[in-house]
């Protein structure tokens, strides 16, 4: 049996959506992977599965969740026993919903192995998950639980000293991968025990109890301590071959890296320390608990939704490690923005900080240090200048105590395996918000940097107040007669999305609301438009700023400049550069007019732009003036793909927990001449644009990334690859977090209908 | 199909709206003195017959309908929970084979003609197709239980007459069995020939419970007999709310029945049933189906309020409203396309023909479309034949 990690998922499809044989390789990745897949496991199938034959406990009440063989994990978030139960599920199982009653997980094997490295034992996994199941455990799922952990999580590679060490509790374990020749040659044998099989042996270092209050942490703790840890040593140059030989596809003892940064002597300490005013918030603590659960450090990810502050995560766990680190950022702008965190919130010399990207290439002076910069920089295989040879020259060859990388979802495998083969690193910590499951890279994920750590539920924190609580609203403009009649036309099957997106209807909606949070609210507002005609269309007749691929770096400048600090300027329009690397903290609403097909990532991604916590946190509250101060509109033309694509694009969310209003009366119907398009020759003055531009003018704007050595050498046209044509080359994303260190309150907020804005009171009223 | 208003009323207001005849047929039941003593702010004029008895009733006294039996010849009485759940249980699986469904087990001993003419106005049944419920079957399976029950039995007794039964016999057993005691056992011998042919029909709605003991067999009422002639908001216990709904559209149901699995499953996908525990989602296909079968938003709506989990319930809307709104878009989307029976005229010999005859039709106001190059018209169906005798005219 499998669990539903592995079901029947569709495969996905190559798409060639420029239909030319060349290619830019670097461009940007497109959330191409996401394009073609169904919204998830569960829309597939249809067939109900009957699990009422398991035995219900008499005191079922009490208890918090159903488990089903399957896999399938039901918790009831109004249980008592709710906060022990998230917390013991999130670190076994895939949270596939989480909305406000019940939740859904699911066992996988990924999971499970995300379990047994966070030092959860197979045994505490089905005694825990047997208590707090309201029925007996069903058979398969015990067995599937031992089938999954039997292997994970046996075998750490430890570096102590700075000699790579493979240890274990299993002393059988160990004999077995000594059988491999591989293994066998790389082994160092001590003097003392040369002699025979032998390991040393020594104590494993106390767990200390994250699962503390988890109805007996002292299981928990009297497990891990018990355990005698059996090692031998294997050369530093067989390390990467060694681990090769662990992975599932052969041995299958795929090992967990642990670095004992304590009693690493011989890399030099970097002195610094988190200022006292970054306080990390409750969840944060969480996440840093696991990553140094024993003491040592673990190398995994931790997932924590945009504006929730995934840096003062990496921040904090780099300095604790107290070592050199090396950050990843996906882009220019966002190595900037991670260099300014660390000065931020911890005591680092500016001197011991630097920058490296095409435009900035900070020299490393002194023995330790951090380095920020990008994937790119580091993974690219052609030639460099010679300042930049040196730089990386330096990075290869320094031992680094923290690899720090961000959005590690978006980073294509290639490119993971290339930086991780080119930098030593003790531990890899991968942040990011959105880890779309289906996405089959989170195998590479797992071995590559390790096992998801922690992942906070978006809900919790929306309730803590630490993000904001955006109504979410999707926007249903019908199609007008005349642009409904073109778009069936065959002969339009190209400019299908042109005429969808610039429907009369869905500007006058669009310009309504822009009015409507201008004026009324004086909100800063994102225009988003993937498709450029539109976007130049939109942009022109009301006016307003715009921001594409081909903006230049200082009109983009003085754009943002001018959104942030001029009262005039409220509302700018962004293709999908804005997605990933332009930072606007000021903005709170966001339409959107146009969007790349079903992509639930981008999705999550632009809410993420306006979901950084505003105002004081009393007025967010429950209750206080601005219980729902975000919005987010997509606006869809009804009868057309867009509601098809809108209801796949919201399926991340919604899974979430968020929910998204219909709103079908936009514009309100006594409008009228007061905005545009109101007569009938504005519009076919319109349709007749659209369909005299010729059919490359109306498609998707292609983006190339702009800001480092790549770009400056020129993208080179190659042949297309299998990778690049499915959108798996190159690079992407980015948002920033600069958590702001906002007090928690908790407190718990009914929805008081008198609080909602005025559009979301009219609907059906 | 014939019409079936549902009503739900009172078991006395029926008897009182029956014709003469059977009214005295049931006035020489004693029984009916003490139903409709019972009854305080209503008064009747006095039948002479039921005068007579009414009178014999006060001297005498009221008279017990018939005597328990003994404990010692009946062992293993079920106990009062026992029996609620053996009532429940016996309701439900008469309901699930009301509605035809393939969870039910086929184990009553009612005729299928007799389970047609209760499904009469329940469900529809279109030809080559399995009977579906109708709007008004689906109102029946959100009701009450006595108030089902109560429709079943209005159905049952008008029906008797076909079956060769008095209406009035039935009436008064019926009357007769309200009076018994809730759990105690009844012996079967003290029955006449209808009754025990009618007291096995009651044991199928799960009205009493029958049991055979060595040399005896005996009948046990259940709280659903003796809450038979009570009148309806008396025994309405407010049921308990199961349903959660999630505003991700899933649905989770608190419940153990079958029953409420064949409800849900009417308007949702039902994906896991767990032992008291039932997970399905409200997806636009499962609620096209409901709207084919007839089923209205509104009631979805309804049902999933009414029968909101207590946890859910306080809080507003219990029913989340990005899922209601969506269910109620997801019926206004269906009903945007407006069906006009029309015909449609072509081949037309000459460019004039068709002219004067497009000119008619508007003329009318039948025209619906037209197509002066290829010459067709589109015409209101019930304007064929002018158009037929126009054209004819125009030749």
């Not at chain 1, 966070?118 to 996994?125: H, K, R, Y």
């Not at chain 1, 046996?154 to 020749?181: A, C, G, M």
């Not at chain 1, 332009?582 to 979901?611: F, K, M, T, W, Y």
Request: proline content about 4%; overall charge neutral.
């Amino acid at each position: 049996m499998t669990g539903d990690g592995d079901r029947g998922r569709p495969k996905k499809k190559l798409k060639n959506s420029a239909k030319a044989s060349h290619f830019v390789e670097y461009k940007e990745l497109d959330y191409a992977e996401d394009f073609d897949e169904e919204t998830g496991d569960r829309d597939g199938e249809a067939k109900k599965r009957d699990f009422t034959k398991l035995e219900l406990k008499l005191d079922h009440s009490n208890r918090p969740l159903w488990a089903c063989s399957d896999g399938r994990i039901f918790l009831e978030t109004f249980s008592p026993l709710y906060k022990q139960a998230y917390d013991f599920l999130i670190a076994i199982a895939e949270p596939v919903c989480r909305p406000e009653s019940m939740h859904e997980y699911n066992l996988t094997p990924h999971s499970l192995y995300a379990a047994v490295s966070v030092g959860l034992e197979t045994e505490t996994i089905v005694n825990v998950l047997n208590k707090l199941s309201k029925t007996k455990l069903p058979k398969e799922m015990i067995d599937f639980i031992h089938g999954s952990t039997a292997n994970y999580g046996k075998v750490k590679l430890v570096l102590k000293k700075n000699r790579y060490f493979i240890e274990s509790p299993f002393p059988e374990v160990l004999k077995k991968l000594l059988k491999d020749d591989v293994i066998n040659k790389a082994r160092i044998s001590s003097e003392e025990n040369r002699a025979g099989e032998a390991f040393s042996i020594s104590k494993a270092p106390g767990e200390i109890n994250t699962h503390s209050g988890l109805l007996d942490g002292v299981d928990l703790a009297a497990v891990a301590e018990e355990k005698e840890i059996h090692s031998f040593e294997v050369d530093p140059s067989q390390v990467e071959s060694v681990k090769q030989r662990c992975l599932p596809n052969a041995l299958n003892y795929p090992m967990l890296e642990e670095y004992d940064f304590r009693n690493d002597t011989v890399n030099p300490d970097l002195n610094m320390e988190l200022k006292p005013q970054a306080q990390p918030r409750p969840y944060q603590e969480k996440s840093l608990s696991k990553m140094f659960g024993n003491g040592r450090a673990r190398s995994g990810i931790i997932v924590l939704p945009c504006g929730a502050g995934k840096s003062l995560v990496g921040v904090s766990a780099a300095c604790r490690i107290k070592k050199s680190c090396l950050c990843l950022a996906t882009n220019a702008v966002s190595v900037d923005q991670w260099a300014f965190q660390f000065k931020l919130w911890s005591t680092i010399r500016d001197d011991q900080i630097c920058r490296f990207t095409s435009d900035n290439k900070e020299k490393f002076r002194g023995n330790t240090g951090v380095v920020v910069t990008t994937y790119n920089m580091v993974a690219f295989g052609g030639k460099r200048s010679e300042d930049s040879e040196k730089i990386i020259e330096e990075i290869r060859n320094r031992e680094w105590g923290l690899l720090l990388m961000d959005e590690v979802h978006v980073v294509p495998a290639h490119m993971f395996r290339k930086v991780i083969s080119i930098t030593k690193s003790h531990c890899k910590l991968g942040l990011t918000a959105t880890l779309v499951r289906e996405d089959e890279r989170i195998t590479d994920l797992n071995f590559l940097i390790g096992p998801k750590l922690y992942e906070a539920n978006w809900l919790d924190l929306v309730k803590g107040g630490f993000i904001a609580n955006v109504q979410c609203a999707e926007v249903w403009c019908p199609m007008t007669k005349e642009f409904f009649a073109e778009y069936l036309k065959k002969e339009n099957s190209k400019k299908k999305q042109a005429l969808y997106v610039m429907n009369p209807n869905k500007f006058r909606a669009c310009e309504f609301l822009i009015r409507f949070h201008e004026q009324q609210r004086g909100d800063k507002i994102i225009v988003f438009a993937d498709n450029l005609f539109a976007l130049t269309a939109y942009a022109m007749r009301l006016r307003k700023p715009m921001i594409y691929g081909a903006t230049s770096h200082q009109e983009r400048t003085r754009i943002l400049e001018a959104f942030k600090h001029s009262p005039d300027v409220n509302t700018i329009f962004l293709s999908k550069v804005g997605d990933n690397s332009i930072d606007i903290p000021e903005a709170n609403v966001i339409i959107q007019i146009s969007s790349h097909a079903g992509s639930r990532r981008q999705e999550a991604q632009r809410l993420g732009r306006i979901l950084r916590a505003k105002g004081r946190p009393q007025d967010r509250m429950a209750g206080g003036k601005e219980e729902y101060n975000a919005f987010f509109y997509s606006l869809v033309s009804t009868d057309t793909q867009e509601m098809y694509y809108s209801t796949k694009r919201q399926q991340f969310l919604i899974d979430q927990g968020y929910s998204f209003k219909v709103i079908t009366s936009l514009p309100p119907l006594d409008s009228g001449p007061e905005l545009s398009l109101y007569h009938l020759n504005e519009q076919l003055d319109l349709l007749n644009k659209v369909l005299s531009a010729g059919d490359d003018a109306v498609g998707l704007e292609q983006l190339e990334e702009d800001a480092d050595d790549i770009a400056l050498l020129k993208a080179r046209r190659t042949v297309g690859s299998m990778s690049a044509l499915s959108g798996a080359s190159g690079m992407v994303y980015m948002e920033y977090n600069t958590g702001h260190g906002k007090k928690k309150v908790a407190k718990i907020k009914p929805k008081d209908p008198s609080k909602r804005h005025s559009l979301f009171k009219k609907r059906f009223g | 199909m014939p019409q079936v208003r549902i009503v739900a009323k009172n078991f006395m207001d029926m008897v009182a709206a029956l014709p003469t005849m059977r009214l005295d047929k049931l006035y020489e039941s004693i029984f009916i003195c003490e139903a409709v003593l019972r009854k305080k702010e209503t008064s009747y004029k006095m039948n002479p017959k039921f005068q007579s008895n009414m009178r014999k009733y006060l001297l005498h006294g009221g008279v017990l309908p018939r005597v328990s039996m003994p404990l010692g010849v009946t062992v293993r009485l079920p106990t009062l929970e026992d029996l609620e759940s053996y009532a429940q249980k016996q309701w439900e699986r008469f309901l699930l084979q009301l509605i035809n469904s393939a969870q039910a087990e086929r184990l009553l001993n009612f005729s299928s003609s007799m389970i047609r003419v209760f499904q009469r106005g329940l469900l529809s049944s279109r030809e080559n197709e399995d009977p579906r419920l109708t709007e008004n079957g689906f109102q029946f399976l959100l009701m009450e239980t006595n108030a089902q029950l109560w429709y079943i039995i209005r159905e049952y007794i008008t029906t008797s007459e076909d079956r060769g039964v008095d209406p009035a016999d039935l009436i008064s057993f019926l009357l007769e069995l309200s009076f018994h005691s809730l759990g105690e056992a009844y012996n079967m011998n003290s029955l006449t020939d209808v009754q025990s042919k009618a007291i096995e029909d009651l044991a199928d709605f799960g009205v009493v419970k029958l049991q055979q003991g060595r040399k005896e067999s005996w009948f046990i009422p259940t709280k659903l007999a003796t809450n038979l002639s009570v009148s309806l908001s008396d025994s309405s216990s407010r049921k308990q709310g199961f349903v959660v709904v999630e505003t991700n559209f899933r649905m989770y149901a608190y419940s153990t029945s079958k029953l409420h699995s064949e409800i849900l499953r009417l308007f949702s996908r039902i994906e896991y049933q767990l032992p008291n525990l039932i997970v399905g989602a409200i997806t636009k296909e499962s609620l096209y189906t409901a709207f084919e079968n007839g089923i209205t938003s509104d009631q979805i709506i309804s049902f999933l309020q009414q029968n909101a989990h207590p946890r859910v319930a306080e809080r507003l809307p219990t029913v989340p409203e990005n899922v209601t709104d969506q269910i109620r878009l997801w019926e206004t989307d269906r009903n945007r396309v407006e069906m006009t029976p029309s015909h449609l005229y072509e081949d037309f010999p000459s460019k004039d023909v068709f002219e004067t005859a497009s000119d008619f039709a508007r003329e009318v106001g039948g025209l619906l479309w037209e197509d002066s190059q290829k010459m067709r018209l589109i015409v209101r169906g019930e304007l064929h034949q002018q158009m037929r005798d126009f054209l004819r005219r125009s030749k």
